[in-house]
């Protein structure tokens, strides 16, 4: 039982993975790349993306986790 939710835990990853990678915030190329204001923005958006994917990410797959080793550990300590 550990195992399997340690395996979905990783497809639940690399899924959330690629779907940030798919929706990776663009850099508008009418846009000047020079600009301080412009170029903040962007920072700011791709942090923004990257901590919101990360938390979709590790979140449910850290609860999957903890379930699968609170189960097996029950199932060792129960006679």
Do not use: E, N, T
């Amino acid at each position: 039982m550990r195992s399997l939710l340690f395996v979905v835990a990783c497809v639940w990853i690399a899924g959330v993975a690629y779907a940030a990678g798919v929706s990776w915030p663009v850099f508008p190329l009418d846009m000047p790349a020079g600009d301080p204001q412009v170029r903040a923005a962007y920072d700011s958006a791709v942090w923004a993306h990257v901590v919101r994917y990360g938390l979709i990410a590790l979140v449910p797959a850290a609860a999957l986790i903890g379930i699968g080793w609170s189960v097996s550990r029950r199932k060792r300590i129960a006679p």
